[in-house]
C-alpha cells in the first residue's frame, strides 16, 4: 500500500479483556516497528522484525504482549489481560530494511483505551 | 545504554521567531540521529537526518548539525509560522537498533 496501516484507529476494551492490533506495512518493506506513546513518555520501543523474526523483542513491557509477523507482510500486536496502564497509542512503523541511516514511516497509531 | 535527551516543552512562540530545540544523546559507535515531526492529528514524520559528524540535515527551513564534540543534534529554524506547531522528537539509530527516541518537545507558534 502507498502507506503504513493501522486496525483499529481507536479501541477501547475492559481491564482484563485480550486485544489484537494490526499492522499492514509499506509493500516491500522488510523491518517493522512497534512502538507505544504514552502522554509524557515519548516513545517507548516495543519490538522490531526483520522480515518474519524478531531479533529484539526486549521493550516489550511484560509477558502479556506479544506479536508475531506473517509472510513478511502483516503484523499483530497482541495484549492478553489489559490493564489500565496499557492505555495509550500504539504505532506500526516500516523501513525498507534495517540500517541505522533509513528513516522509518509510521501509521497513524491505534489509540487503545482500558477502562 | 543508547539514549536521547531534548528540551522539555512547551516552547512558545510568536510567527517569524527563531526557534532552537536542544537535543542531546549518548551512544557507543556513530549513531545516525533524526528528527521527526507531529503534526495535531497526525503521524510522525521524517523531518530531517544526519548519518555523520558535521553533516547538517535540512527539511522545510529547519536545520539540524550532528555535533560529535558536543553529540548533540539541536533543531533550528530562523522564522517560524503557526503551521509549525507540532510534537518534535530527536531520535537516533545506532547499528543494529530500532529508533530510539526522546520525550518529544511541543512548540506552539501564534500569529
Known amino acids: 500500500g502507498a502507506g503504513v496501516s493501522q486496525s483499529p484507529s481507536n479501541k477501547v476494551t475492559e481491564k482484563g479483556k485480550d486485544v489484537e492490533l494490526r499492522c499492514d506495512p509499506i509493500?516491500?518493506?522488510?523491518?517493522l516497528y512497534w512502538y507505544r506513546q504514552s502522554l509524557g513518555q515519548g516513545l517507548e520501543f516495543l519490538i522490531y522484525?526483520?522480515?518474519?523474526?524478531?531479533?529484539?523483542k526486549s521493550g516489550l513491557p511484560s509477558d502479556r504482549f506479544s506479536a508475531e509477523r506473517t509472510g513478511g507482510s502483516v503484523s499483530t500486536l497482541t495484549i492478553q489481560r489489559t490493564q489500565q496502564e496499557d492505555s495509550a497509542v500504539y504505532l506500526c512503523?516500516?523501513?525498507?530494511?534495517?540500517?541505522?541511516?533509513?528513516?522509518?514511516?509510521f501509521g497513524s497509531g491505534t489509540r487503545l483505551t482500558v477502562v | 545504554g543508547n539514549s536521547v535527551t531534548q528540551m522539555e516543552g512547551p516552547v512558545t512562540l510568536s510567527e517569524e521567531a527563531f526557534l532552537t530545540i536542544n537535543c542531546t544523546y549518548t551512544?557507543?559507535?556513530?549513531?545516525?540521529l533524526f528528527w521527526y515531526v507531529q503534526y495535531p492529528g497526525e503521524g510522525l514524520q521524517l523531518l530531517l537526518k544526519?548519518?555523520?559528524?558535521?553533516d547538517k540535515g535540512s527539511n522545510k527551513g529547519f536545520e539540524a548539525t550532528y555535533r560529535k564534540e558536543t553529540t548533540s543534534f539541536h533543531l533550528e529554524k530562523g522564522s517560524v509560522q503557526v503551521s509549525d506547531s507540532a510534537v518534535y522528537f530527536c531520535?537516533?539509530?545506532?547499528?543494529?537498533?530500532?529508533?530510539?527516541f526522546g520525550k518529544g518537545t511541543t512548540l506552539s507558534v501564534s500569529s
Open positions: 512503523a516500516s523501513s525498507s530494511q534495517m540500517g541505522e541511516s533509513y528513516g522509518y514511516t
Open positions: 509493500s516491500g518493506h522488510t523491518a
Open positions: 522484525f526483520q522480515g518474519n523474526s524478531a531479533p529484539d
Open positions: 551512544a557507543t559507535g556513530y549513531p545516525s
Open positions: 544526519a548519518t555523520k559528524a558535521d
Open positions: 531520535a537516533l539509530s545506532a547499528a543494529g537498533t530500532a529508533l530510539i
